[in-house]
């Protein structure tokens, strides 16, 4: 089981940056995938970009076109905890970002590989 739960999020002016944290209840797992979607108003729920883990091999990590070149996605296993850092930010950024996590195979960017959720944090970039 996985408790999900985001922060970092708020208001940037266009060109800034924000990193975005998502804590799975401090534990830590040797094999398993996390990404981060996001839903604009009015809009569905898009992959940005995601990292899948397996004991003894690199991360492998793959992002969104749209977002490719200005963000990085990390981890601290020792604190269970996934990161999105998103740098200079545009004003179509602006949406609710999720993360989620799956211990399944299965394809990193689409929303039906994962079985996890956490509630959402608000990034809203001003121009």
């Known amino acids: 089981q996985m408790q999900l739960v985001e922060s970092g999020g708020g208001l940037v002016q266009a060109g800034g940056s924000l990193r975005l944290s998502c804590a799975n209840s401090?534990?830590?797992?040797?094999?398993?995938?996390m990404a981060w979607f996001r839903q604009a108003p009015g809009k569905e729920r898009e992959f940005v970009g995601g990292?899948?883990?397996?004991?003894?091999?690199?991360?492998?990590?793959y992002y969104a076109d749209s977002v490719k070149g200005r963000i990085t996605i990390s981890r601290d296993n020792a604190k269970g905890t996934v990161y999105l850092q998103m740098n200079n930010l545009k004003s179509e950024d602006t949406a609710v970002y999720s993360c989620?996590?799956?211990?399944?195979?299965?394809?990193?960017?689409?929303?039906?590989?994962?079985?996890?959720w956490g509630q959402g944090t608000q990034v809203t970039v001003s121009s």
């Open positions: 990292i899948r883990w397996r004991e003894g091999t690199p991360d492998y990590t």
């Open positions: 989620a996590a799956t211990f399944a195979p299965g394809s990193i960017k689409s929303m039906g590989s994962y079985d996890y």
């Open positions: 401090g534990r830590t797992f040797s094999s398993v995938t």
